[in-house]
């Protein structure tokens, strides 16, 4: 069954997503600052809010089924963006890249990120329609990838750090100033005009968005073949990522559980793939090319709860982890203290 919605809808909602998009980046523009706490919470409380807006809408027009879809895309497209924060992080870090400035960092690698991810679901939507066996593909990269997350070897941290091809690239083919002029990309030192780290920082961004991009445009693909769930889905996760940015601070480091979630997740919807690959299977050494029919279909709503209670039992599992251990790193600093004090008290005694 094919997504059914009027036109004038698809298109609206893409138009004022897009001016919503465009004066985000506006306000970036001309004001160029940390936000506050409450700042970032309201945009993130809004673009929340008007995800679930939409789904509300889609269900109205569409029915519950697509508009489950959409929550379901969107959660996932969500938890993988988050992931995409502690990236993020790390190349901030890594390039010091002054926080006055790091708005306009986060946002232009959300418009590189919408605009390859554009790209990726117009090609896997036209492999679908004309190749389904992609499905098992799909859904055996997205296992592999589960695996990689759950059990990353190197981590995040070495992938930053050894910086990535187009990067070491840049350095060699032009001439970088050692110091930020804002955030313009190019600055004159000593009258010669020179590029600024900015654009690494950019280059470092785009291909981590690329890669991510490779990762998530199969995932939402498990959940729905819809091109413009998919894409509204990928658009409504990105919106906000920034105000998420500085709202979550340094929690990030907190969610040391995180990347399970998002592993079991992947794990889920590859294994999803895989069994619907094998349900509308046309592959003719499988069975003689005919439809497996044994293979369960998972619903769309069974998706929605395992990402829902996934990313939750991740989340929760972090917080308390961390509070723990900074309760006992409290309780070994208290044992420290009452060890020096009893110890200075010894040394009293003994000397009277």
Known sequence: MDLALPLWFEIGSLVALSLILLADLLLILKRPHIPSTRESSLWVVFYVTLALIFAALMWIFAGGEYAGQFVAGWLTEYSLSIDNLFVFVLIMTQFAVPRRYQQEVLMVGIIIALVLRGLFILVGATVIEHFSPIFYLFGAFLIWTAIRQAFPGGDHDDDVKQENFVVRLLRRAIDISDHYDGAKLRTIVDGKKMWTPMVIVFAAIGVTDLLFAIDSIPAIFGITQSPFIVFTANIFALM????????LGDLLDRLRYLHYGIAFILAFIGVKLILHAMH???????NNGEP???APEISTWMSLAVIVLSMAVATIASLWASARDRRVALEAADAARAATRETGTGTDSGAK
């Open 240 to 247: 906000g990522l920034r105000q998420l940015y500085f709202l």
């Open 292 to 294: 497996i029919e044994w």
């Open 280 to 286: 509308v299977n046309e592959l003719p050494f499988l």
